[in-house]
């Protein structure tokens, strides 16, 4: 079975500064994995998922997270953030090849200070 | 397309009564999950549908849960005889076979429970 470490649950950092939410997981088999958000009041959504090919992927609105097999880690980073960046972020994974179920971290709070 | 609809959004109940909780899916998605959250945790998976097939349940979903989903479309999720260990938000995604392969579920907004 595969399983999530999140290791930081509340991560305050001033806007405009650099963010990274660190991601690490366990799996004795390929994986694929995922960064959720859940802003305030709303459900959860894909922000950004690594499958296979370049180990850097990136959101539409300045995330980048990078595969990394040997640290077994993948770690979601933004150079810049904004007030808008405030949410809860969600590390997941499944096994890779055909449905897998989705298994999901404890989540870590971004708190953007103006 | 309105997205994964979830009903009620918030329900407060006694100790020993029964809820349930109703998801409606994207409308071409076949495949349906159940998971649950409480404060701190992350989503923990309960049951999975393919159309109307539960294909998978956890070890979480005791006696007292029951999902169903009878014509492949809209899922309901029924907790018997609620304790305070049962409150949390509920949540409920869909997929298309294509996101599922990959791992991608769309949420709802979740039905948060509350047992007094």
């Known amino acids: 079975a595969q399983s999530v470490t999140q290791l930081d649950s509340q991560v305050p950092v001033f806007e405009e500064a650099p963010v990274e939410l660190r991601c690490n997981y366990s799996?004795?088999?390929?994986?694929?994995l995922f960064w959720y958000v859940q802003y305030p009041n709303q459900g959860l959504q894909l922000l950004l998922k690594?499958?296979?090919?370049?180990?850097l992927v990136e959101s539409i609105n300045g995330f980048e997270a990078e595969f990394n097999k040997s640290q077994t880690s993948f770690h979601l980073r933004k150079p810049s953030v904004h007030i808008s960046d405030t949410a809860e972020y969600f590390c997941a994974v499944s096994m890779s090849g055909g449905y897998q179920k989705v298994t999901f971290g404890i989540g870590t709070k971004l708190q953007v200070i103006p | 397309d309105t997205g994964v609809s979830q009903n009620p959004r918030h329900k407060i109940t006694k100790r020993g009564q029964n809820v349930t909780f109703r998801c409606d899916p994207i409308?071409?998605?076949?495949?349906l999950y159940w998971y649950r959250q409480t404060l701190g945790q992350g989503p923990e998976f309960l049951t999975y549908?393919?159309?109307?097939?539960?294909?998978?349940k956890s070890r979480l979903l005791s006696d007292r849960f029951s999902a169903e989903r009878p014509k492949g479309s809209f899922s309901t999720l029924e907790i018997q005889r609620t304790e305070q260990g049962d409150s949390a938000m509920y949540l409920c995604?869909?997929?298309?076979?294509?996101?599922?392969?990959?791992?991608?579920?769309?949420f709802g907004e979740g039905s948060r429970l509350t047992v007094l």
């Open positions: 995604a869909s997929s298309s076979p294509e996101d599922s392969s990959t791992g991608e579920l769309f």
């Open positions: 799996s004795s088999v390929s994986v694929y």
């Open positions: 690594y499958l296979s090919g370049s180990t």
């Open positions: 409308s071409e998605h076949n495949r």
């Open positions: 549908f393919q159309n109307e097939a539960q294909l998978e």
